[in-house]
């Protein structure tokens, strides 16, 4: 063949013809994990009042029922939040709620080293930071989810809400150690650093919805037209309308009061007291900040298996199972605490950090089964109760301790709660997927 013959067509290849497209990360992945690292610049204060709480009584002669007070209102706020917060997202974006929201906690977090007096205290930890840490509450992982990912919603939920865990797990050694050895104002600057150096990330990577990227969420078909949504306005009235709406289930009703156990028996008790009550029979705080940073470890364990179990089994019997051991916990607590470290509380913080928060999963899914495409702030009114429950017993606990000396009667209170929300949980029938008036079948609605 010479070099003006043409070649035999099979042997021809087009100079211009695409290479094969290699298979690009979904944008969702990176979404989800921006939102991740969001959620630990958060958990840095929320994991700071226990360790901080002995410091400043000893400094200022504060009284624990008083530091409980501020914690108790940093908590309502926080969950009460949740609602608008999710509305919010929906009307002017996420990343624009979470942007201003990490900047609020880092102000409240940095003013608090002028602190003098108790009022200012409860203004910074209880009304600047609750309203921070609420925009960013778990109702902005179960947005995230929603909006981005059509397969392994309940994995990616667990995940998420497995950063708040890995952000208590990471800083409370850290303020611990930082309060030891510099004082509790050093370790409040730490968290105000933490929560600014995330801002970057969500202005640049946490886009608002797939429609921003022009692609459907992760798992739908490639072929689904994607729509961006539209802005909703009047966020607050919105939130309560839905409320209203919510409202005339049993089930919402049903998720209100196990997930206000939930809250009562997690950052309400043990997120607030343990190392207080670990204090108390002589154990150092660096030690108890390291076992309930044990609780965060595990916490990230238990979570993202929830997830996973979520996607796969009925909720309402997880939830009526991970009450109920964490019931167990509770009663073998007080028999556990000493001035050293020993394999029962070791078993106990590994076993209560694997169900932790492992409600979470199961709870979001429930609130979307039911409530549609309400679902997440239908699921920020059910973790308002989760924060309203956390508050009462952060300040009963703290007012016990005061008027008995002992944690004893707290510990074995929420025990019992828990086998309310156990029980309460295991009843909870499958009900329509909204709001509207209409159920699956057609039928009207179930209604309290």
């Not at 990176?30 to 226990?50: D, N, Y």
């Not at 968290?191 to 692609?215: E, G, K, S, T």
């Not at 989760?386 to 008995?404: E, K």
């Amino acid at each position: 063949m010479t070099s003006r013959e043409t070649p035999p067509a099979d042997l021809l290849v087009d100079p211009v013809a695409p290479a094969p497209r290699r298979r690009r990360v979904h944008p969702g992945i990176l979404v989800a994990a921006v939102a991740f690292i969001a959620l630990l610049g958060a958990a840095g204060f929320r994991a700071a009042p226990s360790v901080l709480m002995v410091p400043l009584q000893e400094e200022f002669g504060w009284s624990r029922g008083v530091l409980s007070l501020a914690v108790g209102i940093n908590l309502v706020l926080f969950g009460l939040t949740a609602p608008f917060a999710a509305a919010l997202m929906d009307r002017f974006g996420i990343k624009q709620v979470v942007s201003v929201a990490l900047v609020v906690i880092a102000a409240g977090s940095g003013f608090a080293v002028f602190v003098t007096a108790s009022w200012q205290l409860v203004l910074l930890w209880g009304v600047l930071i609750g309203l921070g840490t609420g925009s960013m509450a778990l109702v902005f992982a179960a947005t995230i989810a929603g909006r981005w990912f059509v397969k392994r919603r309940g994995l990616v939920t667990g995940v998420l809400t497995a950063g708040s865990a890995t952000g208590q797990l990471i800083f409370l050694p850290i303020i611990a150690a930082a309060t030891q050895s510099s004082g509790w104002r050093t370790a409040s600057i730490i968290i105000a650093i933490a929560a600014l150096a995330v801002v970057p990330l969500v202005l640049l990577f946490l886009h608002n919805h797939p429609a921003d990227r022009q692609v459907t969420p992760y798992g739908a078909p490639a072929d689904e037209i994607v729509v961006p949504p539209t802005r909703q306005k009047g966020s607050a009235m919105r939130a309560i309308r839905v409320l209203r709406e919510a409202s005339h289930h049993r089930t919402f009703w049903a998720l209100v009061a196990g997930f206000a156990i939930c809250g009562a028996t997690t950052n309400g008790l043990i997120g607030t007291h343990f190392i207080p009550a670990a204090h108390d029979h002589g154990m150092g705080e660096v030690t108890a900040a390291g076992l309930l940073a044990v609780v965060g470890v595990f916490d990230i364990v238990g979570t993202i298996a929830s997830g996973y179990l979520t996607d796969r089994f009925n909720p309402r019997v997880l939830l009526a199972v991970y009450y109920g051991l964490r019931g167990v916990g509770l009663v073998m607590l007080p028999g556990m605490l000493s001035d050293s470290v020993h394999p029962s509380v070791i078993a106990f913080v590994i076993v209560y950090g694997l169900d932790w928060v492992a409600t979470v999963p199961p709870t979001v899914a429930l609130c979307r089964q039911a409530f549609g495409e309400n679902g997440t702030i239908v699921f920020g009114w059910v973790f308002a109760s989760h924060q309203l429950g956390a508050a009462a017993m952060s300040v009963a606990a703290g007012f016990l301790r005061d008027q008995t000396g002992a944690y004893t009667i707290a510990w074995f209170g929420a025990a019992g709660m828990c086998l309310v929300a156990a029980l309460v949980s295991f009843q909870i029938r499958r009900l329509p997927t909204g709001v509207s008036g209409t159920s699956r079948s057609g039928g009207t609605p179930e209604t309290a």
